[in-house]
């Protein structure tokens, strides 16, 4: 790491240190009490050459040393930044789950390797907005890379963290995400052409067969007009809640997670095979899935889909 004129390491230090300490991540609290000024923080992250890409690969071989295994998750979510201003980079008016509504925030999509109750972050890429990537000015002051400015969505950042972990070594058994992800078929058929296995929470409208729906083009009536193109089925689907509630309380299982703090944490489960087709591919998913809710309670509290 270093600049035209200097090696930045020791500042590079201290704002890793600082992101650590301060109370408020800002360079002027950052350089309070470390050896590095304002003005070098500011140096380094505006003008210094730092090699993020080999950060980020090193960050991974040090989490899969420590995490990495069969039996560990790679973990795929976003969380929201609030911000003032439209300068920062990303900034726009959009969802910020921290705060439970729309307001002005930065977006960031995360990787997270975890093992048991053992945690870590391992990679990071900011959501530009449409708004963004559609003003080429705001961009150049914002000093997005060109690379950047490109319409990615949530979904698609995330199979690029897979894609990292993957290229960086990482070893996990299973990726899980929440209904956000898991929502967008494109996204758990992503994973799947990975060979990669995956726990997904869905919407409670998530759509399902019980059987195959066999999905098929219509044969040419023999008529004119054009060929019918789109495939169909004449099997009736039917939501993960619709199904839910046509289940018997016997149906119902309770099973014991973990221990918890005020003692063994316990949830009722409901589990079936499935078949899932977005209503585009040839032919339809048999997928598992399984149905939460919290013992005592009256209906679901989760909806997960999984091609374990």
């Given at each position: ?5 200097r090696?930045v ?5 201290s ?31 505006t ?7 080999g950060?980020?690969g ?10 990495g ?17 439209q300068?920062?980079?990303?900034v ?10 729309v307001d ?39 000093r ?19 894609d990292?972990?993957l ?10 995400v929440d ?10 058929r992503?994973?799947?052409?990975r ?18 729906p ?13 060929r ?29 997670l ?14 079936t ?14 997928w ?9 309670a009256k ?10």
């Amino acid at each position: 790491m270093s600049s035209r004129t200097r090696t930045v390491s020791g500042a590079f230090q201290s704002y890793i240190q600082g992101l650590f300490q301060a109370p408020r991540g800002t360079q002027l609290r950052m350089s309070e009490g470390m050896e590095t000024d304002s003005q070098a923080l500011n140096h380094l992250l505006t003008e210094a050459s730092v090699d993020w890409k080999g950060l980020t690969g090193e960050i991974a071989r040090q989490a899969d040393a420590l995490l990495g295994g069969d039996d560990s998750a790679l973990i795929l979510d976003e969380s929201a930044f609030a911000k003032k201003g439209q300068a920062s980079a990303g900034v726009a008016r959009q969802w910020n789950g921290r705060l439970g509504k729309v307001d002005n925030a930065q977006v960031g999509v995360f990787s997270a390797l975890c093992r048991g109750r053992r945690v870590t972050l391992l990679d990071s890429r900011l959501y530009l907005p449409k708004s963004w990537v559609e003003d080429e000015a705001r961009c150049q002051r914002a000093r997005v890379p060109e690379e950047a400015r490109q319409m990615r969505s949530k979904c698609t950042r995330a199979l690029e963290r897979v894609d990292a972990a993957l290229t960086h070594g990482v070893r996990f058994g299973y990726v899980v995400v929440d209904g956000g992800y898991g929502k967008d078929p494109g996204f758990l058929r992503g994973l799947a052409s990975r060979s990669l296995c995956f726990v997904a929470d869905v919407h409670k409208d998530q759509r399902i067969w019980l059987n195959d729906p066999e999905p098929y083009v219509p044969p040419a009536s023999g008529g004119r007009g054009r060929r019918a193109s789109k495939r169909r089925t004449e099997a009736p689907g039917q939501t993960v809640a619709q199904w839910a509630r046509q289940q018997s309380e016997s149906a119902w299982k309770r099973i014991t997670l973990r221990q918890g703090e005020k003692g063994r944490l316990r949830a009722e489960y409901l589990h079936t095979r499935v078949w899932v087709w977005d209503g585009k591919e040839e032919q339809a998913r048999c997928w598992r899935l399984r149905v939460r809710r919290e013992c005592g309670a009256k209906s679901p509290s989760h909806y997960v889909l999984s091609n374990a």
